[in-house]
């Protein structure tokens, strides 16, 4: 199955700004390029953090807030800083969540979602900036044409298994799959469900296949094992 990789989706071509430009320069760009976040670099293109709208807002969320140091915890004394922040460099979040181009979109995905982040900076080996990845990437690839996410289907999933897909009927209507047709054994059909989810621009998958052979009993009440797609099994002593 072809797999989807953060290099295949990202933006490679990433705006950036310096520690020290400035706050309204800084608003200004996020406004006319209309993106969320930028990355903060040194000269090397080192990611140091990310400046993002919420950095900015600091500004005006404790404009009127009155100084009580003594009871300030410690998201209030952050939020603080940061509106009294007036470069990149002060305004800043550090250090940024990053990732690599070889990490799944699948990975992505999640990173962002535990970091509650929307973009996110790409660096390679040398933690150098190499692209950006948005959830609108990520979320761009469920825009795929039905024709091309049948092909992947084919292609990417059955032919991987070694399934002939003229034994199957694939039909892809708004990223919905149904798959129908018969196969030797109900594991290889779970196998089949289970790696079309996985195919990137799948909404879902309504399962018709049906099977001449019901291996999966046998496959949770003994010790069995096998290549999860050969119908041949040894069996094991247990430990």
């Known amino acids: 199955m072809k797999r989807w990789y953060v290099d295949d989706v990202m933006t490679r ?3 950036t700004v310096a520690p020290g430009m400035g706050y309204k320069d800084i608003a200004d760009l996020l406004v006319r390029r209309s993106v969320s976040a930028v990355p903060v670099v040194d000269a090397d293109r080192h990611v140091l953090g990310v400046v993002s709208e919420a950095d900015l807002l600091a500004k005006l969320e404790y ?19 940061k509106a009294a922040g007036d470069t990149a460099g002060e305004l800043m979040t550090a250090p940024a969540v990053t990732i690599r181009p ?5 990975g992505a995905a999640r990173l962002m979602e535990a970091a509650r982040i929307k973009r996110m900076p ?4 040398q933690d150098r900036l190499v692209g950006i990845v948005s959830r609108r990437d990520l979320v761009r690839l469920y825009t795929r044409p039905d024709d091309e996410v049948g092909q992947a289907v084919a ?3 059955l032919r991987s298994l070694w399934i002939d897909p003229a034994l199957l009927r694939i039909r ?3 990223g919905v799959v149904t798959m129908s047709g018969q196969l030797d054994r109900r594991s290889l059909a779970e196998i089949v469900v289970a790696f079309t989810k996985a195919t990137p621009g799948v909404v879902d998958v309504v399962d018709e296949l049906t099977y001449d052979f019901d291996d999966t009993g046998a496959t949770s009440s003994g010790w069995y094992h096998a290549h999860p797609f ?3 099994r040894e069996q094991l002593e247990p430990h």
Do not use: C, I, K, N
Not at 63 to 81: E, F, K
Not at 102 to 106: F, G, L
Not at 122 to 125: A, G, P, S
């Open 122 to 125: 790409v660096v390679d080996e």
């Open 63 to 81: 404009a009127d807030r009155v100084p009580r140091h003594l009871l300030a915890t410690r998201r209030l004394r952050s939020g603080r800083q």
């Open 230 to 232: 050969s119908a041949e």
């Open 155 to 157: 292609d990417g999933v």
């Open 172 to 174: 892809v209507r708004a």
């Open 13 to 15: 071509e990433v705006v």
């Open 102 to 106: 070889t990490e799944t979109v699948t």
